[in-house]
């Protein structure tokens, strides 16, 4: 075996990949590059009954939004191939057999509605049914037949399962990277099914035969997979591998921080919880996708990086090379990590500064001549979280107002103020150059010269102008406006202001 770090990421195509699968993809990409790895994609279909069409192709799309897409697997192909578990079905069967011959495995014929019958019982007399060591002598299976017995089911094509035999007795213990040591008696795994009657095998079989195979040196994968992986460390001692090292990532937890994040609420909270937009296609309802939102690629990898993993400084601006140099598992948190939308949004706005300008303008406002577009890019940049906001606010902008900010006005208009938008009106006319330097050197004489201060007249006229108490700076704003429509405004926001006696 090459001592090349390989990790993996496993999806099951059941429905579009949710952001904290999208989390573990990443933390998987980081460590191999940071270790000079490989990292691979291998889908985990299955599970026939769970299939959901288009989900494969979600998931390639979606990371290749974010730009870490798989040096090896589906999509990329590589020397394990095929890398989709549904075309290794045989495989399986190899491996479940030689568990059998070996005597680690065994047939059982129990139908379901025995298996019903029995559960039924169990909990009647207060107790949970597991089909294990205590159970399993008593049971329809090649462990309490005569070989015989078995022989002829199996020749009359009865349907079967096949189970791992758990020892009676032990201990499985683990180092797992993020959680440390993890002990578990064997008493407490039942024998679970490795192939199903269908003749596919159940994720624990596929899923350790494949990381063998595909020489997995890491499994890194989120915590509801924890109860699994003792039964994993018996499947590797059973075949006789050497098991990967696991690092279990912890939960993603509701904004409020109880409970596991879910797909509810998000729809409550209006945010997205999967990387793209989503159409089922049975009901026809779309959920919401981080890229369809404004989200960023590289502010949403930032700040899914930090869902459960800091780099143990104050820096939390990081590009994806700096998370590779910066990642280790070591650094990967036991405790879940609280889902905050506005943290979300707070990386969105940071990186939105580090744009190019002209690229935005000419994406959001290719309407415009470019260098209009990029006037109000540069006006408007640190006043959005979503790039697509710049077109409604332009659009806003250019816009006369229909009403005006009446508590401005309650606070802020009088005598004074009059007097004071009525010389700017009188004075506007005369600058030639309309530009920001002309037009606030204009506005300042004038005032002056009356004794106004500006700061009792600025905010009123940002209201004559725009309707509005706030906005972006007002000097370039009439620049932007252009002397016409500045003089227009203001005009007409002086026959509607009330008169001051
Ligand atoms: N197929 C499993 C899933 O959908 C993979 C779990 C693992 O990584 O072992 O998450």
């Given at each position: 075996?090459?001592s090349t770090?390989r990790?993996?990421f496993?999806?099951s195509?059941?429905?579009p990949?949710?952001i904290g699968g999208?989390r573990?993809?990443?933390?998987n990409?980081l460590?191999a590059?940071?270790m000079g790895?490989?990292?691979?994609l291998?889908?985990?279909?299955?599970d026939q009954?769970r299939f959901?069409p288009?989900?494969?192709?979600?998931?390639?799309?979606?990371?290749?939004?974010?730009g870490?897409?798989p040096d090896?697997g589906?999509?990329?192909g590589?020397?394990?191939?095929p890398y989709?578990?549904?075309e290794?079905?045989?495989?399986y069967?190899?491996y479940a057999?030689q568990?059998?011959?070996?005597?680690?495995?065994y047939?059982?014929f129990?139908?379901?509605?025995e298996l019903?019958a029995?559960?039924?019982?169990f909990?009647?007399?207060?107790?949970?049914?597991?089909?294990?060591?205590l159970t399993?002598v008593?049971?329809?299976?090649s462990l309490?037949?005569?070989p015989?017995?078995?022989?002829?089911?199996?020749?009359s094509?009865?349907?079967?399962?096949?189970r791992?035999?758990?020892?009676?007795k032990g201990?499985?213990r683990?180092q797992d990277?993020v959680?440390?040591?993890?002990h578990?008696h064997?008493s407490?795994?039942?024998d679970?099914?490795?192939?199903?009657?269908d003749?596919?095998?159940?994720?624990?079989l596929?899923?350790?035969?494949?990381d063998?195979i595909?020489?997995i040196?890491?499994v890194?994968?989120?915590?509801?997979?924890?109860p699994s992986a003792?039964?994993?460390?018996?499947l590797y001692?059973a075949f006789?591998?050497?098991?990967?090292?696991?690092?279990?990532?912890?939960?993603?937890l509701?904004?409020?921080?109880?409970?596991?994040l879910?797909k509810?609420d998000?729809?409550?909270?209006?945010?997205?919880?999967?990387p793209?937009?989503?159409k089922d296609?049975?009901?026809?309802v779309i959920?919401?996708?981080?890229k369809?939102?404004?989200?960023?690629p590289?502010?949403?990898l930032n700040?899914?990086a930090?869902l459960?993993?800091?780099p143990?400084?104050e820096q939390?601006l990081?590009?994806?090379a700096?998370?590779?140099?910066?990642?280790?598992?070591?650094r990967?948190?036991?405790s879940?990590a609280?889902?905050?939308?506005?943290?979300?949004?707070?990386f969105?706005?940071q990186?939105?500064?580090?744009?190019?300008p002209?690229e935005l303008?000419?994406?959001?406002l290719?309407?415009?001549?470019a260098?209009q577009g990029?006037?109000f890019?540069s006006?408007?940049l640190d006043?959005?979280t979503?790039?697509?906001?710049l077109?409604?606010l332009v659009?806003?902008?250019?816009?006369?107002p229909?009403t005006?900010?009446?508590a401005?006005?309650?606070n802020?208009w009088?005598a004074e103020?009059?007097?004071?938008?009525?010389l700017?009106e009188?004075?506007?006319?005369s600058v030639?150059n309309w530009?920001v330097?002309?037009i606030k050197?204009?506005?300042h004489?004038v005032l002056e010269?009356?004794g106004?201060?500006?700061g009792?007249?600025m905010?009123i006229l940002r209201?004559?102008?725009?309707?509005?108490?706030a906005?972006?700076?007002?000097m370039?704003?009439?620049?932007?406006?252009g002397?016409?429509q500045?003089l227009?405004?203001l005009?007409a926001?002086l026959h509607?202001?009330?008169k001051?006696s």
């Amino acid at each position: 075996m090459s001592s090349t770090i390989r990790v993996r990421f496993a999806p099951s195509p059941t429905g579009p990949l949710h952001i904290g699968g999208v989390r573990t993809a990443l933390y998987n990409y980081l460590f191999a590059r940071k270790m000079g790895g490989k990292f691979i994609l291998r889908i985990e279909d299955t599970d026939q009954t769970r299939f959901v069409p288009g989900a494969e192709q979600y998931i390639l799309d979606s990371l290749t939004w974010l730009g870490i897409s798989p040096d090896e697997g589906v999509g990329a192909g590589g020397p394990h191939e095929p890398y989709r578990q549904s075309e290794r079905k045989d495989l399986y069967m190899v491996y479940a057999d030689q568990l059998i011959q070996e005597g680690k495995a065994y047939y059982a014929f129990d139908t379901s509605e025995e298996l019903d019958a029995i559960r039924t019982l169990f909990e009647s007399k207060g107790s949970a049914f597991q089909y294990n060591a205590l159970t399993r002598v008593k049971l329809r299976n090649s462990l309490a037949m005569p070989p015989a017995a078995v022989q002829e089911l199996l020749d009359s094509n009865v349907p079967y399962v096949i189970r791992l035999k758990v020892p009676a007795k032990g201990e499985v213990r683990f180092q797992d990277s993020v959680r440390d040591w993890v002990h578990v008696h064997t008493s407490s795994i039942d024998d679970k099914v490795l192939m199903k009657s269908d003749g596919m095998p159940t994720y624990h079989l596929a899923n350790v035969v494949d990381d063998h195979i595909m020489e997995i040196t890491h499994v890194i994968r989120g915590e509801e997979w924890l109860p699994s992986a003792p039964l994993h460390i018996l499947l590797y001692q059973a075949f006789g591998w050497t098991a990967p090292q696991f690092a279990h990532l912890p939960l993603l937890l509701k904004p409020e921080g109880n409970g596991k994040l879910s797909k509810r609420d998000a729809d409550l909270g209006g945010f997205p919880v999967f990387p793209m937009e989503w159409k089922d296609s049975q009901t026809g309802v779309i959920s919401k996708g981080f890229k369809q939102e404004g989200y960023l690629p590289e502010a949403t990898l930032n700040f899914l990086a930090f869902l459960g993993w800091n780099p143990g400084t104050e820096q939390e601006l990081f590009s994806l090379a700096e998370l590779v140099e910066a990642f280790s598992l070591e650094r990967i948190n036991k405790s879940g990590a609280k889902f905050d939308v506005n943290k979300a949004k707070w990386f969105n706005e940071q990186y939105l500064q580090l744009q190019a300008p002209e690229e935005l303008a000419k994406h959001y406002l290719g309407n415009l001549p470019a260098e209009q577009g990029l006037a109000f890019v540069s006006l408007f940049l640190d006043r959005i979280t979503f790039p697509q906001e710049l077109k409604s606010l332009v659009d806003q902008f250019i816009e006369q107002p229909a009403t005006y900010d009446e508590a401005v006005i309650q606070n802020k208009w009088n005598a004074e103020a009059e007097k004071g938008l009525r010389l700017i009106e009188q004075a506007l006319p005369s600058v030639l150059n309309w530009q920001v330097d002309e037009i606030k050197h204009t506005i300042h004489t004038v005032l002056e010269g009356a004794g106004i201060k500006m700061g009792k007249v600025m905010q009123i006229l940002r209201v004559a102008l725009s309707g509005n108490g706030a906005g972006p700076d007002l000097m370039i704003s009439m620049q932007l406006w252009g002397k016409t429509q500045v003089l227009e405004r203001l005009t007409a926001a002086l026959h509607v202001f009330p008169k001051n006696s």
